[in-house]
């Protein structure tokens, strides 16, 4: 399975992101295909404040990003960015997408050891595309676009901060996988 990863810093919170390209897979089998993101999600930059209970962060599929409880955001340079996802499929194709319903991030490099985040609550938003049903875990869809056109699915989320002493500043990441399947 293709996984991605994105790094996050806490404490004056720097969340870096690299992004990748890649040529988008032919159309899926209906066995499944696991899609690298061509574009992996980024959260920016943040910080809470020592003594905070902390908050959530969201970063919805159009990129833009949503600060809760004690999270403050800042603008240090790190873009903000929805994960973005490529491949082809011809119009009227159903499709499947399985994802995890939250994932944890684990914190390295801290000064104060390592902690976790958790990423929940994941969105996602079709180009081309109409959303059919959804449900914990999987999204389908249905293609209106032609069958050599590039088919693109955005994801965003939820990130939980806790505070500081769970949360110590360092560098934070996951590995999470999309299946599709054509139905």
């Known amino acids: 399975m293709k996984k991605f990863s994105f790094p996050i810093i806490l404490g004056m919170a720097v969340i870096s992101i690299s992004v990748c390209g890649q040529t988008p897979p032919d159309f899926p089998t209906r066995k ?3 899609l690298d993101p061509v574009m992996t999600m980024s959260f920016g930059d943040f910080t809470i404040p020592v003594n905070s209970s902390g908050g959530t962060l969201t970063v919805g599929t159009e990129g833009f990003r949503m600060p809760g409880g004690d999270v403050y955001l800042l603008n240090m340079g790190t873009p903000v960015r929805a994960a973005m996802f490529e491949f082809k499929l011809c119009p009227g194709r159903t499709i499947a997408v399985y994802y995890p319903t939250n994932a944890q991030l684990q914190g390295t490099g801290g000064t104060n050891g390592s902690g976790y985040l958790e990423l929940k609550d994941l969105k996602f938003r079709i180009d081309g595309g109409t959303i059919d049903e959804s449900g914990s875990g999987y999204i389908k869809f249905t293609s209106n676009s ?32 999309l299946t599709i399947v054509q139905q």
Not at 147 to 175: F, K, Q, W
């Open 32 to 34: 499944g295909t696991v």
């Open 146 to 177: 032609g069958c050599n056109e590039i088919h693109r699915i955005y994801m965003g989320g939820t990130l939980t901060v806790r505070p500081l002493s769970y949360n110590p500043a360092g560098t934070y990441h996951t590995d999470v996988s």
